[in-house]
């Protein structure tokens, strides 16, 4: 059996990578300077060790695999980013470029080492208490965390330490970026009950759309029909899928849109493919079998260079080509494996729920930071409930879509471990300042790390979007949502939360 992504879509993602990759390094070329020409050194050495150690491991490269692999590099990235801006505010104070360097990683690394720490905790958690597809993720997220720790901070530190000492300029920034989002002063708690309202009402709307429309479960989860189909000519998995999808999301197909969807892969040689539909999966009567053979045979006819006709299309008697068997199968993702992927989020909730209240000290933080994931996630599936069916590609629910909560929730968790290291240094440096002043500078000084963070990572994303193909284009959707419903919720909902929680013990 071919893959299921097939030859073109394979070559399209690899694509989508590359453009993806050569982007985030350009950013931060432009973004950084002489220091972003390192970071991107450190970054391509990390793609090298990454693909390095998962190949003397023999893993297996999935859909979920690669989202853990986006993820991490967008980790990499966000090592620097830290590093970076600790330095250019050193800078910023006065400091001397060796001396700035010096404070800079060192204040960086609690914060580098607690965002990193908290996703491999959920990595190892899944690792643990997931199955199949669960288990790939946590995989290369686990090894990817730790090449680019490698790389962020040991790679960068030699290139900047040899530059020093050869009397290299160093250069963190340009005109245009040396004082990005520097001086900002935004009241962030006291907008807190209009993000509370937005909050609310989203999951209101995902509630109601989830018990209303439903979701768009995939093969994976329902099962179906499958069929052989022989053709007289060699074709490809993308052609066969395309002729498909012009028929069955037709508006002369009746049923719900939800279960037209096809899968496609080459079976044997290239002129064979394995068809997978969910058309009418809940009924198996002869009847409907007959209607799906009939809409297989109008969208594929037309490929075949000697047209056949139904008769010779349904029965390999009369014919050697067309449907060369059919059969009814189940669902393959079995109920325990669904069931076995909430629990290991459940649980790595809880881990980060442990560690956040022993790395801070308050109950609050790690309350604050738990209902945030759970919003994160809870409204990346109501979005995708709300619009499949409605936007022109596939918002399939299936195993690359368990990846995708997974890879949005250690995304998410990292950016709020961040924001909260920030507000722990400035509670101990101003202890007698007030709470929301504190919180309120934590947050803006550590907006340019935000917002550069995710830029770069969604605007991978977003060229993964753009060239990547039809058959990743649902997956890669639910990341880019996960980037900005993530970083939205640590300012808007994570820390907000924490502040109200703090106040009321305090009033007490």
């Known amino acids: 059996v071919g893959p299921s992504l097939g030859a073109e879509s394979i070559n399209a993602s690899l694509i989508s990578f590359v453009i993806a990759f050569i982007l985030v390094l350009l950013y931060m070329i432009f973004f950084y300077n002489t220091a972003g020409m390192v970071a991107s050194v450190a970054l391509i050495c990390n793609v090298f060790f990454l693909f390095g150690v998962l190949a003397s491991f023999g893993a297996v490269l999935t859909l979920p695999g690669i989202a853990g692999i986006v993820l991490t590099l967008g980790m990499a990235v966000d090592a620097n980013v830290i590093i970076y801006e600790r330095v250019k505010e050193e800078l910023r104070a006065g400091k001397g470029l060796s001396l700035a360097i010096s404070e800079g990683y060192k204040n960086a690394m609690s914060a580098i080492i607690d965002s990193n720490l908290t996703t491999i905790i959920t990595g190892v958690v899944l690792f643990f208490f997931g199955t199949g597809p669960v288990q790939g993720f946590a995989t290369t997220l686990i090894v990817g965390i730790l090449t680019s720790l490698f790389t962020a901070i040991f790679i960068t530190r030699v290139l900047f330490t040899t530059r020093l000492e050869k009397n290299k300029k160093i250069r963190f920034s340009n005109k245009a970026t040396e004082n990005f989002l520097a001086n900002t002063n935004i009241n962030f708690i006291n907008i807190r009950k209009v993000s509370y309202i937005i909050a609310s009402v989203l999951v209101l709307a995902s509630v109601a759309s989830l018990a209303t429309r439903g979701m768009d479960f995939g093969v994976d989860f329902t099962g179906g029909r499958t069929f052989t189909v022989r053709f007289d000519k060699e074709v490809t998995a993308d052609e066969v899928r395309s002729a498909l999808n012009d028929v069955f999301m037709s508006d002369e197909v009746e049923g719900d849109m939800s279960q037209r969807s096809v899968d496609v892969k080459q079976f044997g040689s290239a002129n064979q493919m394995k068809i997978v539909t969910q058309y009418k999966y ?29 008769e010779e299309f349904t029965s390999t008697v009369t014919n050697p080509n067309g449907i060369v068997s059919a059969d009814m199968v189940g669902p393959s993702v079995a109920s325990d494996i669904t069931r076995n992927a909430f629990i290991a989020v459940f649980i790595a909730l809880i881990a980060i729920f442990c560690y956040i209240l022993l790395r801070f000290k308050k109950w609050q933080w790690s309350f604050g930071s738990t209902v945030a994931l759970a919003h994160d996630a809870f409204v990346t599936i109501g979005i995708f409930s709300l619009l499949h069916g409605v936007l022109p590609f596939n918002l399939t629910v299936d195993q690359a879509f368990i990846a995708a909560i997974l890879t949005i929730i250690g995304y998410s968790i990292n950016d709020k471990v961040v924001i909260f290291d920030r507000i722990r240094e400035y509670i101990t440096l ?18 340019a790390r935000t917002i550069n ?24 959707f639910a990341l880019m949502l996960g ?18 929680l703090i106040r009321k013990n305090q009033n007490k």
């Open 282 to 310: 809940d009924d198996q009567s002869d009847d409907a079998t007959a209607i799906v053979e009939e809409l297989l045979y109008k969208a594929l006819n037309p490929i075949y260079a000697e047209p056949i006709t139904l």
């Open 453 to 476: 963070t995710s830029g770069t990572t969604f605007v991978t994303l977003l060229a993964i979007f753009i060239f990547g193909g039809e058959v990743i284009r649902g997956f890669v």
């Open 430 to 447: 101003y202890p007698k300042r007030d709470m929301k002043e504190t919180i309120n500078s934590a947050v803006n000084a550590t907006l």
């Open 483 to 500: 980037v900005i419903i993530g970083t939205l919720s640590s300012i808007f909902i994570a820390t907000p939360i924490a502040y109200d």
